[in-house]
């Protein structure tokens, strides 16, 4: 999931700004969420130092008041997040010269001046280029894998991927994460091809051995970093001493 910041001093157009992302997401399904929505630059910072995998569309403004300007504060994302996605929203077109002196790339400039419903518009666009950049570096990268979700398209980090397993549900399935539960329609034959890091253990359950912490044949289970716990079949035993040597 592709996060969402926030940075604008003022709280009136940083409400506004928040109301059109927040509506834009829930009515097109995009992955993603605000994560930060703030008038200070450094609750971004701090929230990058405690999250470092973090991907996200970042919409600042340049004069933030205070002793961090919004090029400033791009450039310490660009040192956090090196493909995120920065958009200067602005009436200081003036300062915007600046990107270059501090080597921030911005995907976009947006003027404040300009008509309310152009302003929304460039930033549903960056919205929208934000999220076809992050499912084409998904395709390409080795750690995320995809999984349609209803109607979304859900980017996932295998790192928080600890196992799928059938549900009671017929023809659903469930998607365990290191510290949540996703529930979708699947067929559990087709979840190991998603990525060499999934392997098949029982007919009900698909893990990611990378997150394995415990095997116990004699009790035929599966302990996963998370805690939990996953049945093993005998005749597949073999099958994921294999991957987790070969792979």
Partial sequence: MLGVFICEDNEVQRNQIESFIRKYLLIEELDMEIRVSTGDPKRIIDYLERHPDSRGIYFLDVDLKCEMNGIELGAKIREKDIHGKIIFITTHDELLSLTFKYKVEAMDYILKEGEITDVRERI???LDQAQRHFLKEAQKADDFIQLKIGSQIRILDLQQVMFFETASTPHKLILHLANSTLEFYGKINDIAELSPLLVRI???????????????????EV????????FLSIRLIKQLESAIKTK
């Fill in 223 to 230: 302990t996963m970093t998370n805690g939990e716990k996953c």
């Fill in 124 to 126: 549903q666009e960056a």
């Fill in 202 to 220: 029982h007919k009900s359950y698909v893990i990611n051995y990378k997150n394995i912490q415990l095997i116990d044949k004699k009790k035929r």
